[in-house]
Structure formats: structure tokens, C-alpha cells
């Protein structure tokens, strides 16, 4: 089956824009997280959504949302960009929530890779 | 600080050799952990995963080892080969405790020498 796809794979942006990145999850999975790598602060937490609302968020500004739609499709959006926000960011799927009672296994799509100049 | 770490930035072993990978996580709520496996370009992999409840869990070519007494992990990579060059990563979860997603380390790139 196909696995986690992100669109696009690459993407440079100007400070002060926005952008908005798209990723599929595996079919059947129900929960999509986002991720932000980068090589000073490694891969940290973002989002967690499920069932179209968001579950958990990690330690990131206002400026960083995002959305799940009804065929389990997720977008996140980070609005007046900065220098700062240069990363990989990743997509992960699961079938449940990460963290609750039943562990379940995330799989992780390519990656967007974003510049901000 | 990181909840979960490793020990080394870099490990560099001989093909054929067996690898040894640690990681240190410090939230003793922790009881799901898991290890990805990330090539150049690419998202993070599914390696192996272990819960609580276990002390070992073997993969194919792969062990990893669970010491919750001093909360360390390992990953053990039977008869290493080239394919295996990437940055490992150990990651943590909490069960049922609505964690904040998975918590990553910062990880360990393996080299694979000839």
C-alpha cells in the first residue's frame, strides 16, 4: 500500500510569506503529527491531529497551524515566515493517537523540505 | 532539556561487524520506544519498537534492549553492511498520558567502514 506522501518536497519561501504544506497519510490511518528537523534543535513535535482535531501541540508559536480533513488529509501552515523557520518537516501517520493506550507504530513521509531567504 | 538522548554523535564500524547503538531517555513515565532509521534526503524509518512490559525485542538483523533500571536503550545491528550507513534515532512515548507526540534524540550517524 502506498505510504505517506508530502507535497511539495521542496520549497523556498521569503521572509514575512506563508506556506502551507500538504500530507496524505497511509489509508486507514486516522492520525497525522508534524514534525520540524533541523540540524541544531534535531526533530521536534509540533502538531498531533485525529478524527479532524487536534490532539496534542508541541512548544512552537501561533504562527505554526494546521488542520485535518474528513478523508484524514492534513495541512500545515506557517504564516510571516522567518530565517529561522528553514527545516525538514516531516509527517507522520498512525492508525491511533500517539500516546494513548494503544501503542501503534508512525510512519513518516519524505519531507518538505522548506528555505526561507 | 532532550528527554531522550544518545550517547554518541558518531559511530563508525567495520562491514560485517555487529553495531551497537545507545540511547538515554530521562522521563521514567516513558513505556513506548521506538527506533528509526533515517538515510540522506529521506524521512525517518521504522526500525523496531519495544514497550515497557519488555526487557528485548528482536527484528530482523536487529535487537533492541531495554533497561529500565537506569532508562537506556539500545538497538543492536547484526553483521553491519552499507545499507546500513544512516542517523539512528531513538524516540519515547507515553501511554495513554496524551504526550506531547513522539520525543526524538538527536541522534547517531553509523558508518559503515569497508
Known amino acids: 500500500k502506498a505510504g505517506v506522501t508530502q507535497t511539495p518536497r521542496y520549497l523556498i519561501k521569503t521572509r514575512g510569506q506563508q506556506v502551507t504544506l500538504s500530507c496524505s497519510p497511509i489509508s486507514g490511518h486516522r492520525s497525522v503529527s508534524w514534525y520540524q528537523q533541523t ?5 521536534q513535535f509540533l502538531f498531533e491531529y485525529f ?15 494546521g488542520r485535518q480533513f ?3 488529509r492534513s495541512e500545515m501552515n506557517v504564516s510571516t515566515l522567518e530565517l529561522g523557520d528553514s527545516a525538514l518537516y516531516l509527517c507522520a501517520s498512525s492508525l491511533v493517537v500517539l500516546g494513548s493506550f494503544m501503542n501503534t507504530e508512525a510512519f513518516f513521509g519524505q519531507g518538505t523540505r522548506l528555505t526561507v531567504v | 532539556g532532550e528527554s531522550v538522548g544518545l550517547h554518541l554523535p558518531t559511530l563508525s ?28 534526503g529521506k524521512g525517518p524509518q521504522f526500525i523496531i519498537d519495544i514497550r515497557s512490559n519488555m526487557d528485548k525485542r528482536q527484528g530482523q538483523r536487529v535487537t533492541v534492549l531495554l533497561n529500565k533500571t537506569v532508562k537506556h536503550l539500545s538497538l543492536q545491528i547484526a553483521a553491519t553492511q552499507p545499507g546500513d550507513s544512516a542517523v539512528y534515532f531513538c524516540a ?11 520525543t526524538f534524540g538527536k541522534g547517531t550517524h553509523l558508518i559503515i567502514q569497508p
Open chain 2, 13 to 40: 564500524v567495520q562491514e560485517g561487524d555487529n553495531s551497537i547503538i545507545n540511547c538515554a531517555y530521562s522521563n521514567s513515565a516513558s513505556d513506548y520506544f521506538i527506533w528509526y532509521k533515517q538515510e540522506s
Open chain 1, 39 to 43: 540540524p541544531g534543535q534535531g526533530l
Open chain 2, 92 to 102: 519515547e512515548n507515553i501511554s495513554g498520558g496524551g504526550a506531547d507526540g513522539l
Open chain 1, 51 to 65: 478524527s479532524e482535531t487536534q490532539r496534542n501541540k508541541g512548544n512552537f508559536p501561533g504562527r505554526f497551524s
Open chain 1, 70 to 72: 474528513s478523508n484524514s
